[in-house]
């Protein structure tokens, strides 16, 4: 069974930093590519940062300069490192493992609130 567990998520004041964790298991995540994405309320989801599996990085840019993707291959775990943070980052973000049409798991999310 495939799962992806997201965590570190919480509220921090504006201008401050948060590191986003996402465990898998079920799954060898070096071979997928991996995205974080986030939905604020009545808001669509949208993409935060991506990496391919070759290494390639792509981040849009409302959060350029200020958001960064990794991977710790041996704990099979994806980071957000998140600084700078506005309120109008506060939204839940998900985690997403994609390989092919076929592969595509995502996790339940964890909140982050950036407020005074």
């Known amino acids: 069974q495939v799962q992806l567990v997201e965590s570190g998520g919480g509220l921090v004041q504006p201008g401050g930093s948060l590191r986003l964790s996402c465990a898998s298991s079920?799954?060898?995540?070096?071979?997928?590519?991996v995205a974080w994405y986030r939905q604020a309320p009545g808001k669509q989801s949208e993409l935060v940062a991506a990496?391919?599996?070759?290494?390639?990085?792509n981040y849009p840019d409302y959060v350029k300069g200020r958001f960064a993707i990794s991977r710790h291959n041996d704990k099979n775990t994806v980071y957000l490192q998140m600084n700078s943070l506005k309120p109008e980052d506060t939204a839940v973000y998900y985690c997403?493992?994609?390989?092919?049409?076929?592969?595509?798991?995502w996790g339940r999310g964890t909140q982050v609130t950036v407020s005074s």
């Open positions: 990496s391919t599996r070759g290494g390639n990085t």
């Open positions: 079920g799954i060898i995540l070096n071979i997928y590519s």
């Open positions: 997403n493992a994609l390989l092919g049409l076929r592969n595509d798991f």
